[in-house]
């Protein structure tokens, strides 16, 4: 593993948009590290972002921030499709990942990046952060437990406004619902219920993003079924009118033999009621507390950032997010070809 010299661990982002900046304000509040380099392939944005937390290094080409002797360990948080390479180049210049999710969009992508990886000697993590909200967390330890008995089924949601595939992503017909909302679900899922998916069957609907010229599913809905006979749903979908009061409508059911659990994060304990809208702003992931950034999304980085600084293996194993990457492979294969679909 490439050793970490003394002091801050020097970071850089790529990617400034909404989570290459969540990603900077999560470094620059941990007195362990610094924002050394931004790049972005808008150099406004960019240097907007590195003005934001003092970072010396601005690029619109990530090859500077992996040249660069000053960088120890880059966040990578661009577009799905645009990771492995990202990811692959990184490992291979000895500089530490922690790319947002999902691994790849490309199942041999994801197994050529981790053969990389390992040989390269560094250290790598899918941000999944979601692990680290409290009530999902608490979930995970209450069926680790034995409280609700041997998980048997699941119901995952992640529904977004239609503001999220029209407006706020550029990109969206590069991706899917399924790749974009379901990938968080689809690891917490495999987590709550452990085993290994073994055969999925999507179905999707489509018309009203292709009528505004964005070429992917309204929703997609996978039926999963697991070695040790558990099964799963999973739905996302983003055609959501943007009068909907929060962003995201997402839910997880977890049915155990003797239990149930349920992790409703609508609300999220703040309700906002004035002249223009009623809201239920997010609080979960990451949000600003007397100064100072909290949230499901510095956790997880605070995380990383220790398993570079002690050579750990971090929570969020490689292997389980090839495994996820794995579990939409095969619903994709499903929704082409309109049958079950073995997880490879």
């Known amino acids: ?36 380099g931004v790049a972005d392939v808008s150099l406004e ?76 000697g560094i250290t790598a993590m899918v941000c999944f952060n979601h692990r680290w909200i409290p009530s999902y967390a608490q979930a995970w330890q209450e069926v680790a437990a034995g409280r609700i008995g041997q998980p048997v089924m699941a119901y995952a949601r992640k529904n977004d406004r239609i503001y999220v595939p029209t407006e706020m992503l550029g990109w969206a017909s590069a991706t899917t619902p399924a790749w974009f909302l379901s990938s968080h679900d689809i690891d917490l899922v495999c987590w709550y219920l452990g085993g290994r998916a073994v055969e999925v069957y999507a179905t999707a609907v489509s018309g009203v993003l292709r009528e505004r010229g964005v070429e992917t599913p309204d929703a997609i809905q996978a039926q999963v079924r697991f070695d040790h006979g558990a099964v799963a749903t999973f739905e996302s979908c983003w055609i959501y009118p943007n009068s909907y009061p929060s962003m995201t409508d997402s ?31 997010r609080t979960s992931i990451g949000s600003t507390i007397h100064g100072e950034e909290r949230g499901a999304v510095p956790a997880a980085l605070r995380h990383f950032i220790t398993c570079v600084m002690e050579g750990r293996e971090p929570l969020v194993t490689l292997e389980s997010s090839r495994h996820v990457t794995a579990i939409l492979d095969a619903l994709h294969r499903s929704l082409a070809s309109e049958r079950p679909e073995d997880v490879r």
């Open 1 to 36: 593993m490439p050793a970490v010299r003394p002091g801050p661990v020097r970071v850089g982002i790529i990617g400034a948009g909404i989570m290459g900046a969540k990603h900077a304000a999560a470094v620059a509040g941990d007195p362990r590290a610094e924002v050394a």
């Open 45 to 120: 944005a960019a240097r907007k972002l590195a003005a934001s937390v003092a970072a010396p290094l601005v690029s619109d080409d990530y090859a500077a921030l992996l040249a660069s002797d000053d960088i120890d360990l880059v966040t990578v948080a661009t577009p799905d499709h645009l990771h492995a390479e990202i990811c692959r180049r990184a490992a291979r210049a000895g500089k530490h990942v922690l790319v947002e999710k999902p691994l790849t969009t490309n199942l041999a992508e994801a197994d050529d990046l981790i053969d990389v990886v390992r040989s390269s």
């Open 251 to 281: 839910f997880i059911e977890i049915v155990g033999q003797s239990g149930v659990i349920h992790l409703e994060r609508k609300s999220e304990q703040l309700e906002i009621a004035h002249s223009a809208a009623f809201e239920y702003p």
